[in-house]
């Protein structure tokens, strides 16, 4: 079946048609390269940053007993699959019951929600944000095939719901930890142009190409000032 066929679906939701702009690299050495560098940098990772991992955990529980250390929550992944993300907890126990009550001050444009001074978040949810220190438990994704190092960020269902035929496009791919969004300006870029960055990745990509996005990603990192 080709990929002009090919319908993306959601659990609990209606199969969507989908026009991608390019063919994927599915197969040869890009996809070879691509799986060993996520699995050598993720299993790597996860072992080095074993000390922060547990020092974190640690305050996570302590500031906030009654909830998790791990926030897993749906998202949606290449094809439209999904799968459970992992985070370190940020957010107060019953964030997602809040949610609702904020949504009218929603501060991104589209399908996405992202409020700066979001007043779920916890002391140390704030520091773990910043610093992006809350992603590292998506290496576990990563490791599991889920997601890749670089690629499309992974979206909610109810952000998937409302794409358009052009915006499924960018579940084409296997989503990834950081992408040219992030390093291009991360919140502070809008839903349609995190789109058009996505597409152009998707065209563009290259094990090369990954390395410098990983590379710029951690530039980006040590001075950023729009992670929240």
Partial sequence: MGLSDMDISVKGSKSYPQTPAVLPKEYGLYAVGKRSIDLVFSLGGLIFLTPLILIVSLLIKLEDPKGSIFFKQVRVGKDGKEFNMYKFRSMVHNAEELLAGLLDQNEVSGAMFKLKNDPRVTKIGRVIR???????????????????????????????????????????????????????????????????????????????????????????????????
């Fill in 130 to 228: 910043k610093t992006s220190i809350d992603e590292l438990p998506q290496l576990l994704n990563v490791l599991k095939g889920e997601m890749s190092l670089v690629g499309p960020r992974p979206a909610l269902p109810r952000e998937v719901e409302a794409y358009t035929v052009y915006d499924r496009q960018r579940l084409i791919v296997i989503p990834g930890c950081t992408g040219l969004w992030q390093v291009s300006g991360r919140s502070s870029v809008g839903f349609k142009e995190m789109v058009e960055l996505d597409l152009a990745y998707i065209a563009k990509r290259s094990l090369f190409y990954d390395l410098k996005i990983m590379m710029k990603t951690i530039v980006v990192l040590l001075g950023s000032k729009d992670a929240f």
